[in-house]
C-alpha cells in the first residue's frame, strides 16, 4: 500500500517511528494509502533543516523571491487539475469543488508575488535635526502551519505563500485525513526554484502538532482547525512565547428578510448549507427565517434539497460528495431526530447505505435554540432553520453565538442590510452572498471562538503576522557638534 511520505530538505522521505495512520477514500470506504506519523525526533529535523535553510532564504533579495511565487504560481495553474483531483480522491469533494478551492489558493500565491510592495516601509527625513527615521518590516525565522481536512490545498497556501514571500522558512503539519496534496505541492514549489529546506512538509497528528508547539526554533504558528484545539494551540504557544494565530470553528447564521428575493435565498442556502457537504467553515448552518419568509423559504430549499444529486467525486454529475470519515458521518446523522421538525431526511437517500461515508442532505425546521442541533458546530449537510418575529430577533441570535465567522444577510432593503453590517458581531459578512470568503487582498478571519489571536489569515494581515518591525533612528554625525547631552532625546 501507498505510503504518503514527510517532505524534508526537498525530498519526499518515508516515516521512520510512529504510529502508521490509515488515509480512507470517502467514495469506496475504503483504505487507499497511509502515513507514518511523525514522532518528536522527525519533527525535531524538520525544523532544523528549516533553520538551517533561514539565512539564506532570508538574504534572497525580496525579488529573487517573489520570481519563485511567480513560477509556483504557474506551476500551479498547470496542474490545478491533478490537485483537485488529489484533493476530490482523499478528501471526497467533487472536482468542480475542488477545483475552485485551488484556484481561491492560487489567488494568495498571486497576492504573495506583490509581497516586495508590501514590505516597503516608511521614512521619515530630518525626523530630528540631522536625523532620519525609517521603518522595516523583517521575517520571524521558521514558522510552522497545522491546517484542517476541508481544504488540503488552499488552507496551507493562506499560510506559506505570504509567509516564504516573507523570507521565512516553513514547517507544514497538514491534516492526516487528506495529506497527499502537501507533497505535491512541496514539489511545486522546489520546481519553482523554492531551495531545499526552506519548505517542509511532517505528516501525523498531535505528536507533531506539540513538538512544533513547544519547540524553541518555531517563532510562530498558523493554526486552522476546531476551536478547542484552536484554543489550546494560542494558549499554549502564546504562553511559550510564540506568535499565534489561531481560526476555529463556526455557526453561520443567514438571515433572510421578508422582503428578500425567496428563490434566490433558497438557491444560496442550498449552495451555502450542502456544498462540500457541509465542511466548510464558512458553510451556512442555520437560516434565520424572518417573519412570513419562513414557509415558502422553507419550501423552496425543501424543493431544491430533494435534486442534489450526491455521488462519488468519479461521478461527473455529482454535487455533492461524501463525508470525511465514517465516524464523522455516523456522528452527523445522530443529530437528526433530536431535534426540530426533519423536513428531509438524508438518511434516506441511497446513497446514504454506503459503500462509502454519504450521507444525504437534511433540513430541519423549527429547530429550537437550545437543541445539540443548533448549538454544535455540525460540519456536514444539515441546514437548521429558526423562525423569529423581527429583525432584531435575528440579529440578537447571531451575535449571542459564542462563534463569529461568517455571516449573511438576504433582503432588498439597502437600510437594513447596512445596519446589519453596523451591528453584527462577526468577522465576515455576506449582503445578499451565503459564502463571503474574502478575495485574498483582503484578511481571513472571524470574531469570537472563531479566531483566537490578533491578526487575521492571509492578505494585508498575513504580512503583518509574519514579519516584525523594526524602526531604526539615524545620523551620520558631524564631529564638530558632537556633545555629550544625559537628557532623554528631543525632536524639537
Ligand atoms: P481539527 O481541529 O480536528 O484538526 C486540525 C489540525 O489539528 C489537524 O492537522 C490535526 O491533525 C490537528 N489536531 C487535531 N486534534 C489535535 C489535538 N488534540 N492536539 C493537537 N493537534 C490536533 O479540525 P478538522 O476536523 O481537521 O477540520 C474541521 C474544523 O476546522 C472545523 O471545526 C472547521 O470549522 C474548522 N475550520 C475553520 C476554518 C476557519 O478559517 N475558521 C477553516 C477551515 C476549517
Not at 488529489?86 to 508575488?113: C, M, P, Q
Not at 415558502?296 to 450526491?310: D, H, K, S, T
Not at 453596523?422 to 459564502?435: E, L, Q, R, S
Amino acid at each position: 500500500m501507498r505510503e504518503i511520505k514527510h517532505w524534508i530538505n526537498g525530498r519526499a522521505i518515508s516515516g521512520t517511528g510512529g504510529t502508521r495512520l490509515p488515509v480512507w477514500d470517502p467514495a469506496t470506504g475504503e483504505q487507499q494509502a497511509y502515513l507514518v506519523a511523525a514522532t518528536a525526533a522527525e519533527t525535531d529535523d524538520a525544523v532544523a533543516t528549516a533553520l538551517t535553510a533561514y539565512p539564506e532564504w532570508r538574504a534572497a533579495p525580496l525579488s529573487r523571491r517573489a520570481e519563485v511565487m511567480f513560477r509556483f504560481r504557474e506551476l500551479v495553474d498547470a496542474h490545478r487539475k491533478e490537485i483537485a483531483g488529489l484533493v476530490s480522491s482523499e478528501h471526497g469533494k467533487t472536482v468542480a469543488d475542488a477545483e475552485g478551492e485551488v484556484a481561491r489558493g492560487l489567488e494568495n500565491i498571486e497576492f504573495a508575488t506583490g509581497a516586495p510592495h508590501l514590505l516597503k516601509g516608511g521614512y521619515s527625513e530630518q525626523a530630528s535635526r540631522g536625523v532620519d527615521v525609517y521603518s522595516i518590516r523583517q521575517p520571524l525565522g521558521v514558522v510552522a502551519g497545522i491546517t484542517p481536512f476541508n481544504f488540503p490545498a488552499m488552507v496551507p497556501m493562506w499560510m506559506f505563500a505570504n509567509a516564504l514571500v516573507c523570507g521565512n522558512t516553513f514547517v507544514l503539519k497538514p491534516s492526516e485525513k487528506d495529506p497527499s496534496v502537501s507533497l505535491l505541492l512541496a514539489d511545486l514549489l522546489r520546481q519553482a526554484g523554492l531551495p531545499d529546506g526552506v519548505f517542509n512538509v511532517v505528516q501525523g497528528d498531535r505528536v507533531a502538532v506539540e513538538t512544533l508547539l513547544a519547540h524553541p526554533d518555531v517563532q510562530a504558528l498558523s493554526f486552522v482547525g476546531s476551536t478547542p484545539v484552536a484554543r489550546h494551540i494560542y494558549e499554549t504557544g502564546t504562553r511559550g512565547g510564540k506568535r499565534v494565530q489561531a481560526l476555529g470553528g463556526a455557526k453561520n447564521h443567514m438571515v433572510v428578510l421578508p422582503d428578500a428575493d425567496i428563490g434566490a435565498a433558497a438557491d444560496a442556502a442550498v449552495s451555502a448549507g450542502y456544498g462540500s457537504a457541509g465542511e466548510r467553515c464558512m458553510a451556512i448552518s442555520v437560516v434565520v427565517a424572518v417573519g412570513d419568509s419562513a414557509d415558502p423559504l422553507v419550501a423552496a430549499i425543501a424543493e431544491r434539497v430533494g435534486r442534489i444529486a450526491v455521488g462519488p467525486a468519479s461521478d461527473p454529475a455529482a454535487e455533492m460528495g461524501p463525508l470525511i470519515s465514517r465516524e464523522h458521518r455516523d456522528r452527523v446523522a445522530s443529530y437528526l431526530d433530536t431535534a426540530g421538525e426533519l423536513v428531509v431526511d438524508g438518511r434516506e437517500a441511497p446513497v446514504s447505505r454506503g459503500p462509502g461515508f454519504f450521507l444525504g442532505a437534511s433540513l430541519v425546521d423549527r429547530v429550537p435554540t437550545d437543541s445539540p442541533l443548533y448549538v454544535d458546530e455540525v460540519f456536514g449537510p444539515v441546514l437548521s432553520v429558526v423562525r423569529v418575529d423581527t429583525y432584531a430577533e435575528a440579529l440578537r441570535l447571531v451575535n449571542d453565538n459564542p462563534y463569529g465567522n461568517g455571516t449573511a444577510i438576504f433582503t432588498r432593503d439597502g437600510g437594513a442590510a447596512r445596519q446589519f453590517q453596523y451591528d453584527v458581531v462577526c468577522g465576515m459578512v455576506g449582503v445578499n452572498v451565503p459564502v463571503p470568503v474574502p478575495v485574498a487582498y483582503y484578511s481571513f478571519g472571524g470574531w469570537k471562538s472563531s479566531l483566537f489571536g490578533d491578526l487575521h489569515m492571509y492578505g494585508p494581515d498575513g504580512i503583518q503576522f509574519y514579519t516584525r518591525g523594526k524602526v531604526v533612528t539615524a545620523r551620520w554625525p558631524d564631529p564638530a557638534t558632537s556633545e555629550v547631552d544625559l537628557g532623554f532625546p528631543k525632536v524639537r
